[in-house]
């Protein structure tokens, strides 16, 4: 860092600056394109593709496909759905995730190193390589519910909810951040007498703020943005999550317009989240290069 | 660690029970399954029971075969020409329910190549799956060195002291965060043939000597349009990856080599690089998994083809599995899959423990 001192000859620091721009703009453009385009009429917003009038809110502007996506596509529903399944995958994972980290860090049980090292070699199988498989079992598995006993998960939220609640990465994360919080701290409270659970709520998670905020966001990353899964599981339209959503902008007549205004509709949101909380977004990324 | 505490066997599986169950049932569980499958021929819905095939799955997806054929001559010796090029006998005669080539039957060709007089084919039982085989790899060989040494460079702009470079770092990091199905979707504008972005973009610059390609719909041009935007879209991850190693090395370090006269080369070289060799492996590793479960661009931009040039192996894993309803074959390739990710992962542990 300090080699790298701040350097203030003007020409130096404007072609620095000019090629931060440039890059900037490399990253942005198709986001202003996408957000533009949502506010033009079709022909319009293909004819505009010719020019910088691309990226300009310029010529005919109005909401028009924004109320015209609501009007082909349930996307309240969608909506929901995805805040529903990614809200209760997050909470769970958390909870589930830290306790384990908790056992594997400060308990000490049998089976315990041979249980983590499985746990950590699932970090290398990839989702899509057992995706098949277990829509096979997501299909037959039995669950009781409001109308008694019934089989299969398919085209529900807990198909979408508890395959993923669970994950080695996840489970890495708080394992890492345990190891570095002070033994003694843990020690003093058990001499106390202080019961491991309470120890695991009272004293261990008020101090893993960062580690949940990590977690929390990683996991929001992947269940909103879910697309293989909820397409293979979710037939019916009441469960589907806002990928799969796009696929009613897409019958018969492709209107641009209105997937631009689709495509604003789910994805802005998330960039107004990440702008608004980007120190914990990249640290959270950050933390998992850390190697431990 | 935890050594010096008592033994707490039940409160320890309590608190990990859950989350053991979960990854054993949705994970580990299902994994196996593939690989029991695999060796079966379950369809989706079938009349018929399940039966195990043995490794009749792997032999029609990984089969392959040559063939090398003389050219046709006439009653002179001389050989025969067809369109400038000589002429050979029909593969479909050697292929199809021939008794003396019984180890051809139900092969393709795949590609050939002419040695000396003669012309030697590449046959395989799945043309297809080779080539989602060949993309995966070239899609994988590009991506892994291309963006990380993009992030690379991207991390050593961003770490420098000037005012605003956190807006600068936020906006780099921004892709990351949409999702690749959003992302494909509005690539495919950037993309397209007729009012595409990129097309107009390099007509404008070029002044319109550069002719407009439909980028997606040719074969020589769609992968390297996938591989592009996918370092676009992921670029930024590995870049606050690289960031983060980068934080680490010692400001001392840097005094030294600034006091002892060193150019910015050497001081990459020398002090920088050699501080970054736990992240570049991790990046590596990790970009690599990445790539090899290329799935939502091509289901979004171009389904495999034009011509099967975009097609992946876990393309290919989920049409099967999936799509066609094909369990058995889906899960076989999800099997060949895991054990390419398994070897490449290993044989990378071993190169960068062998340096150290």
New interface residues.
Partial sequence: ??????DNHGLR?WT??A??VL??I??????V??VMSSLKPDQQL??D???LR?FLPVGDISFHNYTAAFERAPVGLFVMNSVIVTGITVLFSLL??S??A???????????DL?LT??LA?L??????????????ASKLPWIGFDGLTWGWLNSYRVQI???????LT?FLFVQYF?DLP?ELI?AA?VEGAS??QV?AKIVMPLAGPVLATAAILKF?VM??Q??WPL?VVQEEGYRPV?VG?QYFFQLNVA?GE?MAY?SL??LP??AF??YL?KA??AS???????G | ?????????????L??G???I??A???????F??IG?SFTNQR?ISPNPTEFVGLANYRDLLGLATISLEPLRDDAGAVLMKDGEPEYPALRSFTRNNPDYPHLDGTREWFSFDRGEGRTYVLARDVVFMKAIVNTFIFVLIVAPVQAGLALG?AL?I????RG??L????????????????S???S??Y?GQ???LN?LLGAVSFGMIPALDWLGNPSTALGAIIAMSI?QAV??HM??W?????TIS?TL??A??IEGASKWQ?FRY?TWPGLR??AV??LIVIT?QA??L??QI?VMTQGGPLDSTQTI?FQ??ER??GKQD?SG??AI??I??VI??SI?LIQRWLTRERT
């Fill in positions: 860092m300090a080699a790298i001192s701040a620091l620095r600056y090629v931060l890059i900037a490399i990253f942005v453009f198709p986001l394109f996408m293909l004819s593709t010719a020019s691309a589930i995730c306790a384990a908790f056992a594997f860090v400060f308990l000490n049980w049998k089976g315990r249980v499985l746990i699932t290398i199988v990839p989702f899509e390589t057992y995706a098949i498989p277990l829509l096979l079992i508890i395959p993923f609640i669970a994950d080695g489970i190891k033994g020690e058990r491991w659970y695991y990353l909103y943005n697309y293989l293979m990928m796009l641009w997937v495509l789910i994805t998330v960039l990440y702008l980007q977004f990249i990324i950050a933390s998992t290069g850390v190697k | 660690m935890s050594s010096k505490f008592l033994q707490s066997n039940r409160t320890g599986w608190m990990a859950p989350a053991v979960l990854i049932g949705f994970l580990i569980m299902p994994f399954f593939a499958l989706l991207l702009l770490n420098q002291r000037l470079i956190n600068f770092r936020a906006i780099y990091f921004m892709p990351v965060v949409v999702s690749i199905v959003v992302v979707l509005l690539w504008f950037i397209d009012s595409g972005l107009n676009w930024g991850f606050v990856i960031l983060s190693g980068l934080q400001p840097y005094e080599g600034s001081t002090i736990n992240t991790l990046i998994m090899f479960g799935f939502s289901d876990v894993a989920v599995g999936y369990i889906g899960s999800s099997v899959l895991f990710v398994l992962s």
